[in-house]
Structures are given as C-alpha cells and as structure tokens.
C-alpha cells in the first residue's frame, strides 16, 4: 500500500512535532524543579505536592481537558484576566500545548525523579566541601549526572504529547491547520467515509516519528554517563 | 591551627557528644565502627547540624547554635577527603582537580595546580576519564582535588580503608609530603591504629559517640602494645 497524506495531513504532523517540542521544552525547567524539589529539599505537604504533580498520570485525559477549560476558557478562572490581557487561549495551538504540557508533565519528573535519586549523594556533599553553592550543584553536578534521566523523560514527554487527544480536543477542538493534530487527524478520517486508508497513513506516520523520537534518545543517552561512584 | 568544638547530635537511639580543642596540625580520631567519628566529621565540614554547641575554627566560629551562625559548608572553607573518593564521572581528571580550586576566591588561591599535580605525580593521567583510574589514582586525585580548594583544614575520613596494604604504603608518602609542603592542618579519622601513627601527632579516642581520651598518638600506641 502506498503511503499517501494530503496537505492537510503534512500540517497535521508539522504541527503535532510543533506541539510536542513546544510541550517538551516548556515543561522541562518546572519539570526539572519539581523532581528536585521532590528528591532533595525539604518543603512541608511533600505528598500532597508529589501527588498533584503525579495526578494527570491517573485522571482521564478528558477530565484533564475539562479542569483546563474551567481554567483558561472565555467564563473561566483566568478567563476575565486573559481577556483583558487580550490574550486567547481555548482553541488555538496554544491550549493544545497546554494539553500536552500538563498531561505529559508527570512523566517528565517522574524520569527526572528517578535520575536525581540514583545519584550518590556524597557526589553533592563532595561538590559542597569543594565550594560549591546551591545552583552551581545543580548546573555542574546534579544535572550532568542524571542528563540521561532528563533525556528519558524529555523523551517520553515527547511520545506522549505527539499521542495527546482527550485533552487537546476539549481544548483546542479539531480546526485542520490550526489545532488539528496527528491523533486529532485520525479521529477525523475514521469518522469520514472511505478515510480508512488515509487513517492509516498516520498511523504508520505516527509509529515512524515514535520510533525515530526513540532511536534518538538511545543513541544520545550512551554518549552520557550515569551517576554512578567512581 | 587551633580548632574548638563542643557539639550534641541526637541521631535516633545514638548520641554524640564531642568536646575538645586541638591545637596540633595532624590530629587523629580513632575509634571503632559506630563510636561517632564520621559523625563528627560530617558536623565539622557542615554537611550535618548539630543540636546545639559551637565549633570555632581559628577564632572564627563555623557554628554557634546560641548566637544562630551555621556557616554552610561551601564557605567553611573545610576540606574533605571521603573513603571512596568520589571522584565527578562525567569531569577528567583534570577539571574534578580544578573544579575546588576554581569556587576558590583568588586571593585564598594559596596553592599552585601545578604543585599539587607534581607532588601527586598526576601529569600523565590529567586528560583521562576519572572511570579509568586505578584505586590508588583516584585517591590520589581526590587528595589532590580537596587541597587545591586551599582548606584552612583537612578531614580525612578513613581515606585508606579499603585499599590493600601495599596500595596503602604507596600513598602515604603522598599525603605526607603534601602536608609538609602545605602545612594544612589536619583531621585524620581511622579505626587503624597503623594509620593513626603513621599520620597523626595525637589523638581523640571516642566510642559509642563520646570522646574517651585525649593524648599524644605515641601513648595510645603504647598503650595498644
């Protein structure tokens, strides 16, 4: 079969990659922070933040979507604030990274997370006897050790932004060359008669991008080391 | 070197109380596993806080619960010397030496790079990965590391545990030469009594998180025998 995709297919996967990168690289410095925030400093409700950093992991993506519209949407929280600001926000790219930012953020720190916890933490004692203050640590020690763990979840964050659709429908809807993402896009052809075929063009367009996301994080995670004792 | 310390640190079921002063430039604490020592030298370097007490190094109190300092440990200027030597995976040999000496304001800088990598012999392993050093090597480095951060004192906490007698012989004269060139003071922590002559003008005996005795390291050994 050949794989055929229209121009409107191209927007829809040019904007899925935009989407997921935008995603990715917004959320990876607050990513970055609450992993840290979680494994080394001492702040009080550590459970109760843990678990809302966790908690888009285990609600439904829809339920995700709706919290965001109570959020940003016209009569919303914010909404009188981004009105005045004149700023737009509910179905536009915009929301659609916000979607994908807040339902791939858990994933994101929990890599992280994982990364910081394996570091030794004589290495960080080490560094601080040396002369090191608090951001220095963080930027000559902690992150080198555990760039593995942050490009494992800056990976994972990716694949799950470029799969995102509970969420950004509810928020962003489904406008072809606006909002309408790969995932948005099948939907769309499924519900179409005779889109089968084009369906399944993105789909395999999908598991390509997927598989190249990870081929690119294996092979940039062995020229890193871990933080392992020397 | 004049260092004054009084310190309390409850740790679940253990205690540690240490009180002394210590003038001398090489001073031992012996004591066997559990009697407090690597306590001690965590409370010493900051990296652990006291219940309550002061420690006053040189005149300048480093931590003084009553009048609320607790000087941290990256400006103590106390340098540290760990079992294993954790040297930084993803630095060479020469940025993990350079890596004190450059947090190091100028005008403390009193030791030369160059002195520290001749006396320690390090020249041919500067451009190596820190993953391929031999035991030795890597204590080496990290000795070197700790004394180019210029300490007004060293804590060495059981540096020699661990490798084998022979290993042991080959680095002593190392650290001893780089003590006379430097004239650092010195906390050298060990449960070998071997060790603490070799390296030590007198000693703390502490064991189960209390200082016993006080004497010169000839009239522990002495006594030993």
């Known amino acids: 079969m050949m794989l055929s995709l229209t121009p409107q297919d191209m927007e829809a996967i040019s904007l899925s990659v935009k989407v997921a990168t935008a995603a990715t690289l917004i959320s990876l410095p607050f990513g970055f922070a609450a992993a840290y925030a979680l494994v080394f400093a001492r702040i009080p409700g550590k459970p109760v933040f843990e678990g809302l950093v966790n908690l888009p992991l285990v609600l439904p993506p829809v339920v995700v979507g709706y919290l965001l519209l109570l959020l940003f949407g016209r009569s919303g929280i914010l909404g009188p604030v ?23 953020f858990p994933l ?31 930027f000559s020690i902690i992150l080198p050790l555990c760039a593995r763990a942050v490009l494992a979840g800056m990976t994972l964050m990716f694949a799950r932004s470029l799969g995102e659709f509970g969420a950004t429908i509810l928020v962003a809807g489904n406008i072809p060359g606006v ?21 399944l063009s993105l789909c395999l367009v999908s598991i390509a991008l997927s598989f190249i996301v990870l081929l690119v994080s294996e092979g940039s995670s062995r020229s890193l080391r871990t933080g392992r004792r020397i | 070197m004049l260092l004054e310390v009084n310190v309390n640190k409850q740790i679940d079921d253990f205690n540690l109380h240490a009180e002394f002063k210590v003038s001398g430039t090489r001073c031992g604490i012996f004591g066997s596993s559990g009697s407090g020592k690597s306590t001690l030298m965590h409370i010493l370097a900051g990296l652990l806080e006291p219940d309550s007490g002061r420690i006053v190094l040189d005149g300048i ?15 103590r200027r106390v340098g540290v010397v760990f079992q294993h030597a954790h040297l930084f995976p993803h630095l060479n040999v020469q940025r ?6 450059r947090r190091t304001a100028p005008a403390d800088r009193e030791i030369a790079p160059e002195s520290i990598i001749e006396i320690l012999r390090l020249s041919p392993l500067l451009k190596r990965s820190v993953t391929t050093l031999s035991g030795g090597e890597r204590q080496r480095v990290a000795l070197g590391r700790t004394v180019l951060a210029c300490p007004r004192l060293l804590l060495m906490d059981e540096p020699l545990t661990g490798l084998d007698e022979a290993l042991k012989m080959q680095i002593i004269p190392y650290l001893q030469e780089v003590l006379n060139s430097f ?3 010195l906390l050298f922590i060990s449960h070998s009594l071997q060790e603490i002559e070799m390296m030590t003008d007198d000693v703390l005996v502490f064991s189960d998180g209390k200082l016993r005795q006080h004497l010169p390291t000839e009239e522990l050994i002495a006594a030993a025998r």
């Open chain 1, 82 to 104: 981004l009105q005045f600001l004149d700023i737009r926000i509910i179905f536009t790219v915009k929301a659609a990274v916000i979607a994908s930012a807040v339902v791939g």
């Open chain 1, 108 to 138: 994101l720190v929990r890599s992280i997370r994982i990364g910081m916890e394996g570091i030794d933490k004589q290495f960080i004692q080490t560094a601080q006897s040396l002369g090191a203050g608090g951001w220095d640590r963080v």
């Open chain 1, 179 to 199: 909002t309408q993402t790969i995932p948005l896009a099948i939907y769309e052809y499924t519900n179409t008669p005779g889109g089968d075929s084009m369906a």
């Open chain 2, 61 to 75: 109190p480093l931590f003084d619960r009553e009048n609320k300092i607790n000087i941290p440990p990256q400006q």
């Open chain 2, 96 to 101: 993990n030496l350079l890596y004190g000496w």
């Open chain 2, 183 to 185: 004239r650092i003071p």
